[in-house]
């Protein structure tokens, strides 16, 4: 059993829309990070949530971190080709390992 | 901040052979590193922590005689694939955390493309 889910697994877009990815769990996270990965590198750090109900912004990037910090959102705004990747939500619940979710891959069709 | 490196980042080698790959925190003191690998288009499988100066904590299901893992500093972690096989052929990531931020951030390496023949 996933401690993550990611929802969707896989989305194509074309270039200038927007999206939003999910991830959801049963239990909660004292805070939650999200990575970017491309193809033959390691995860890059997009940001971390720490607060429930907590909303940052990094360009084109929104993140939000649900109230009862069990579940988090990335929306992008305007996507472009250099968007596309795999995100990777993780995170530590209260008492457990570090976990990673099974990810979302993205790609933005020009 | 918060920089880790990994080398090397390709090695081929032929079945029977062992492996050693380095992971180091490059800015910061990480009490804690951890060993990933990923296979073609899933996400990230966590082998082992590493704490420095103590033995590592493996998953179920990972060798700990065939992933060796030495913590020997604050800023060193290393893996050997001992005795490595074709169905170790993976990508092996690592990551290392600062508590000193005051969050269980993981940053990772740039990973190591294993190949064995």
């Known amino acids: 059993t996933q401690l993550l889910e990611q929802s969707p697994q896989f989305l194509s877009i074309q270039e200038g829309e927007n999206l939003t990815v999910y991830c959801n769990s049963s239990?909660?996270?004292?805070?939650l990070q999200w990575y970017r990965q491309e193809p033959g590198e390691g995860p890059v750090l997009l940001v971390t949530v720490v607060t429930g109900g907590e909303v940052k912004k990094l360009k084109r990037l929104t993140f939000q971190f649900g109230d009862a910090r069990k579940d988090s959102s990335l929306h992008i705004t305007a996507a472009q080709p250099g968007d596309t990747g795999l995100y990777l939500c993780a995170g530590e619940p209260y008492g457990q390992n570090f976990v990673f979710g099974p990810g979302t891959r993205l790609s933005v069709l020009p | 901040g918060a920089v880790v490196s990994q080398h090397p980042s390709r090695v081929i080698c032929k079945s029977g052979t062992s492996v050693k790959i380095e992971c180091r925190s490059l800015d910061f003191q990480a009490t804690t590193m951890f060993w990933y690998r990923q296979f073609p288009k899933q996400s990230l499988m966590l082998m082992a922590t590493s704490n420095e100066g103590s033995k590592a904590t493996y998953e179920q299901g990972v060798e700990k005689d065939k992933f060796l893992i030495n913590h020997a500093s604050l800023t060193l972690s290393t893996l050997t694939v001992t005795s490595a096989h074709p169905e170790d052929s993976s990508f092996y990531i690592c990551?290392?955390?600062?508590?000193?931020?005051?969050?269980?951030?993981?940053?990772f390496g740039p990973g190591t493309r294993l190949t064995v023949l």
């Open positions: 990551s290392a955390s600062d508590r000193g931020r005051g969050t269980d951030t993981q940053y």
């Open positions: 239990s909660v996270f004292s805070s």
